[in-house]
């Protein structure tokens, strides 16, 4: 089980389906999603200031964080 999908599971659904009762407990699950989502984007652009790093292993974490921010999420394949 990839992480996602554990975060998915800890949420709980997030599409609404037009019951009322239901659609209320989803937009909480997003609102949850949406804040964590924030969180780890910012945790992601502290790192990539260390791309500016005369250490070669914080160097290599900045510019991947930096990719991430800027490119095709800079993922290696």
Do not use: W
Request: hydrophobic letters at 40%; glycine letters at 6%.
């Amino acid at each position: 089980m990839e992480i996602a999908d554990v975060v998915r599971k800890l949420v709980g659904p997030i599409d609404p389906i037009g019951e009322t009762l239901t659609d209320e407990k989803r937009y909480e699950n997003l609102l949850q999603l949406i804040k964590l989502t924030d969180e780890l984007i910012t945790d992601v652009a502290r790192v990539r200031i260390c791309r500016y790093s005369h250490q070669a292993s914080i160097k290599k974490a900045g510019e991947l964080a930096y990719r991430a921010m800027t490119d095709d999420f800079g993922i290696p394949q």
